[in-house]
């Protein structure tokens, strides 16, 4: 399993519900509400095989309320 970690920006007023979605679909591992540029930080696992920007665009981007998003990819440390 690959680990990224989905920074995103909701529309003003419409953060609530993306989380709220984002609960749903019960396949994340973390969820955060931050402060500064970012509403949300998303710790989600990608499934061995799977194509990480496919997944995220399929599983994240569809969310209706999410303005922008910055992922920021894992690698193993040692």
């Given at each position: 399993m690959n680990t990224v970690f989905i920074q995103i920006r909701?529309?003003?007023g419409s953060t609530y519900q993306v989380a709220d979605?984002?609960?749903l679909r019960e396949?994340?591992?973390e969820?955060?509400?931050t402060s500064g540029d970012?509403?949300?930080l998303l710790?989600?696992?990608i499934p061995e095989g799977e194509d990480t920007g496919r997944f995220i665009n399929d599983y994240i981007l569809d969310i209706e309320g999410i303005e922008r998003t910055h992922t920021?990819?894992?690698f193993k440390a040692f």
């Open positions: 909701c529309k003003p979605e984002i609960a396949n994340y591992a969820l955060h509400s970012w509403d949300l710790k989600l696992y920021i990819l894992t």
